[in-house]
């Protein structure tokens, strides 16, 4: 009896928390001046690096995500342990980490017994909650303040809460599945608390490309993966090696965010460039461009360089002066 009462307080307290978070930070005045404050500290940043050869900005980037980091807490494992008993019929059930930086999302990987079948399970479920709509929003005001400086409209697009934001990503792989294009199967979203969900999906065994060696194969099955989505009006957002899986021969796709969809044009220039310059940083961009005009006309990939400005602003994007100026002399 007194274990329920402390959890119950320890519940109040954490929902409390969240309460005054969310009250806070999606105050008008206060968000615009974080994003203001955190983007002039990046172009100090950039130049500082430049002009020093340093690297203080991932560093700066690296302290933010080891601050905003969310966490597998001891309640979470209980209820998702909970979940898969009674939902997906589990038993022996053990719940670990999956690679991330956890500040967007918490992935993990649940296994356990098929209590009908007896046969071994593994599923992945990614937690989100309101915590994760707030950090979007932030990305977002970001990005859309890097379009606003390099003169192009605005391309990101918030999440009004975490419900909003679970069910775009279920959606898109849905979306995604349904036009051929190789993501994991949705089994099903679920409440966990007071704003937590957890979206379960197919556990796929592979290696993101970031630690995969890329060669002209990989390279042809993403951009024939990006037109395919185009092609159904999905958009991924947030293009980089780590946000595909390679498994099995197969280029997986694994996230996706949310793109204007009244700015198709941009939202497509934008996937295309950034799939350019992340595969820039271990693949010639010769050869990049050799299999990329295989499936988009010599005008989309021109048009795609306008967009190259806010690609470099991605923190994850690491490419030499060298590098980018042979993209633009190749694409313009």
């Known amino acids: 009896m007194m274990f329920l009462e402390c959890d119950d307080r320890e519940g109040m307290r954490q929902r409390t928390k969240i309460v005054l978070k969310k009250i806070i930070f999606n ?101 989100i909650n309101d915590r994760s709509a707030l950090m979007h929003k932030y ?60 979206l379960v999906m197919e556990y796929i065994e592979g290696e993101p490309l970031s630690k995969v060696p890329i060669d002209g194969l990989i390279i042809d099955q993403i951009f024939r993966t990006i037109k395919m ?7 991924h957002g947030d293009i980089k090696l780590d946000n595909f899986l390679y498994s099995k021969g197969n280029i997986v796709v694994v996230d996706c965010l949310k793109l204007d969809k009244n700015e198709f044009e941009q939202a497509q220039d934008f996937d295309l460039i950034c799939a350019i310059c992340a595969l820039a940083q271990r693949v010639p961009v010769s050869t990049i461009l050799d299999h990329a005009s295989k499936y988009l006309s010599d005008e989309e990939l021109r048009r795609s360089a306008k967009l190259i400005g806010i690609t470099l602003n991605k923190v994850d994007l690491n490419l030499s002066e060298t590098t980018i100026k042979e993209i633009l002399d190749r694409l313009i």
């Open 229 to 235: 989505m185009h092609e159904n009006g999905v958009f």
């Open 27 to 127: 105050n008008p005045i206060v968000a615009a001046i974080l994003v203001l404050l955190v983007s002039s500290i990046f172009v100090v940043l950039k130049i500082t690096d430049k002009l020093f050869q340093s690297k203080t900005e991932h560093v700066f980037v690296e302290t933010i995500h080891i601050i905003s980091q969310d966490q597998l807490s001891v309640i979470r494992e209980t209820q998702i342990k909970y979940l898969f008993r009674r939902v997906y019929t589990l038993s022996n059930i053990h719940i670990k980490l999956a690679g991330g930086s956890y500040w967007m999302s918490i992935p993990c990987i649940i296994e356990g017994i098929d209590a009908r079948t007896k046969e071994e399970k593994k599923y992945m479920g990614k937690i």
């Open 139 to 198: 990305m977002t005001r970001f990005r859309n303040l890097g379009s606003t400086v390099y003169r192009t409209d605005p391309l990101f697009e918030d999440h009004k809460d975490a419900r909003d934001l679970v069910e775009y990503e279920r959606d898109s792989l849905i979306k995604l599945k349904k036009a051929n294009v190789v993501t994991p199967d949705v089994y099903g979203l679920h409440k966990l608390n007071f704003d937590d969900y957890i």
